[in-house]
C-alpha cells in the first residue's frame, strides 16, 4: 500500500525548511551598550568589530548573540567612556536604516 501525500504537504514542508535560517536571526531594534570592561551579550558589544559587522552582516567577534544583518527600529548603542587606541571605523549602508529607524551613538 502506497501513501500519497499532497502537494500542499510538500510545499509546506519546503517552505518550513526554507524559512528556517532566516527565522534564527532578527534585525536590531532598541538599546545597546559597546563596554569592552564586559563580556559580549545580547545587549553589550565587547568591541566596535562587533558592532559594525552585527550591524552590516548580522555576525560577531566577541562571543555575544549576533542580533542580525540591518536594523528594524530605533537603536540606540551607548558607548562606554574608556580610550579606544588604534580604532578605526567605517560605517557602510546598513539596511532598514531610515529617518524613524535611526542609529544612534552616545
Do not use: C, E
Amino acid at each position: 500500500m502506497k501513501k500519497h501525500y499532497s502537494t500542499i504537504s510538500y510545499f509546506t514542508i519546503l517552505s518550513a525548511i526554507l524559512l528556517i535560517p532566516f527565522a534564527s536571526k532578527a534585525q536590531l531594534s532598541g538599546s545597546y551598550t559597546l563596554d569592552p570592561t564586559k563580556p559580549g551579550s545580547n545587549t553589550n558589544y565587547a568591541n566596535w568589530a562587533s558592532v559594525i559587522s552585527d550591524l552590516s552582516s548580522g555576525s560577531r567577534s566577541d562571543g555575544g548573540t549576533a542580533q542580525g544583518s540591518g536594523v528594524s527600529g530605533a537603536v540606540t548603542i551607548t558607548v562606554y567612556d574608556t580610550v579606544y587606541s588604534s580604532t578605526a571605523i567605517s560605517i557602510g549602508a546598513i539596511t532598514g536604516a531610515s529617518a524613524s529607524n535611526t542609529i544612534t551613538f552616545k
